[in-house]
């Protein structure tokens, strides 16, 4: 990195000094996308990969003649969205965005991916709601007390994932971005611990961070199933450049009660969860929301949000609401084969998903017990998920 400037002071005005500055780095600029390295032209490369791939909607999305209208630097910004699906053809989804513009930036890309996977129109646009005012379904006193169909006290969770509007996207951070990230939340913390409602503290996995926490403690918070752990084994976002750097700028903020969590630097900047044994969704439900507008609340603190999108999050399956409520339930009859079939056959067509106990792609409880969530993220208010 240089640092250019005019170099007349006299004889000289103000304005010319500004303009002659903007013109230069124009003809700077261009000296230096001359000396770039062609960017490679994915086409062939993915006119190979889809025919094998149908359900790669990444790899389905893409269009030759679109990527070839984009100047070098859109070629090489989308490639990298594109990157995890390319490098890993049986990806579902395939692909990340890597700014927090990234959706807006490439939409005829984007679009299409957000159509396919999410079964809606290619021109559809988000609209967020947590207000439970007259949302179909609703029972007349506004719980959603699930004691009320005979069932006792369940696991309840509800997470969101949120991005910081001045940060690029984890996959596109680098190590120190992701340490100032970290620490650029340390205001927030301090925030949250200073109110009953939400105190605790926060944990660092960051060696040397003030926060620190040694391997003992970390897998404790592990065992506890209140910290992440290293991405690197998901190949997926290894290649979406999502993994890299762990433990660098990673951690976790966990309340007194272990009833409200943030996990920082996962799949996005921040993962914010409230979760309960309990019978009523809206205790966990309405507690996020509350906390959510304490950190969005916070000076110099913005969340990424799209006009046509709403909230940014790195992987399309989580764009619009970033937010997966779920319980885990025991079904001892309909997974009595051992497998979640039976219980898929059932969930899948009501739009909901079946997971393990750990989350996706986890094995289910060996005593039946389920993780049950609604599938759609995008275009569905939080009220109706
Ligand atoms: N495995 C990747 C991502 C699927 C959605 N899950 C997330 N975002 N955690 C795929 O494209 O198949």
């Known amino acids: 990195t240089v640092d250019i400037s005019p170099s007349a002071r006299f004889c000289i005005k103000e304005c010319e000094i500004i303009t002659a500055l903007y013109l230069g780095i124009e003809k700077l600029k261009a000296a230096e996308d001359a000396l770039a390295p062609p960017v490679e032209d994915i086409t062939p490369r993915l006119a190979a990969l889809s025919p094998d791939h149908p359900d790669n909607i990444c790899l389905s999305s893409f269009d ?85 169909l005979g069932l006792p006290e369940l696991s309840m969770r509800v997470r969101v994932g949120r991005n910081l509007k001045a940060f ?75 993994a890299q750097d762990w433990p660098h700028g990673r951690g976790v903020y966990v309340s007194e009660d272990r009833g409200f969590i943030i996990w920082v630097g996962e799949e996005d900047h921040l993962r914010i969860m409230c979760m309960e044994k309990g019978t009523v969704l809206n205790k966990v ?22 006009p046509d999108y709403g909230v940014v999050t790195s992987c399309p399956t989580n764009l619009g609401t970033g937010m997966r409520a779920s319980l885990h339930i025991q079904l001892p009859y309909l997974t009595a084969d051992g497998t979640d079939a039976k219980a898929k056959a059932i969930a899948t067509p009501l739009g909901l998903s079946v997971r393990g106990l750990g989350g996706e792609h986890t094995p289910i409880g060996a005593d039946g017990t389920v993780d049950i969530s609604p599938s759609a993220r995008f275009c569905i208010k939080e009220c109706e998920i």
């Open 64 to 148: 030759p003649a679109y990527y070839a209208s984009l100047s070098n630097e859109d070629k090489a910004g989308l490639e990298r969205c594109m990157r995890s699906g390319i490098e890993n053809p049986d990806s579902s989804m395939g692909c990340y965005a890597c700014q927090p513009e990234d959706y807006d930036r490439f939409k005829p890309f984007f679009s299409k991916a957000l159509a396919k996977y999410h079964g809606v129109p290619e021109d559809a646009k988000h609209v967020n709601d947590w207000s439970l005012e007259g949302v179909e379904g609703l029972p007349a006193d506004g719980g959603l007390d699930i004691a009320k």
């Open 168 to 242: 690029p996207l984890p996959g596109a951070m680098t190590k120190q971005q992701r340490c100032d990230m970290e620490n650029f939340m340390l205001g927030a913390f301090a925030k949250l611990i200073a109110m009953p409602e939400y105190g605790g503290k926060y944990c660092s996995f960051t060696p040397g961070h003030p926060n620190y926490v040694d391997a003992a403690e970390y897998q404790k918070l592990v065992d506890a199933h209140i910290a992440f752990k290293d991405m690197s084994a998901d190949k997926y976002l290894l290649s979406a450049g999502i």
């Open 285 to 306: 439900f309405d507690r996020l929301k509350a906390a959510l507008d304490v950190v969005n609340g916070i000076e110099g603190l913005e969340f990424a949000i799209s």
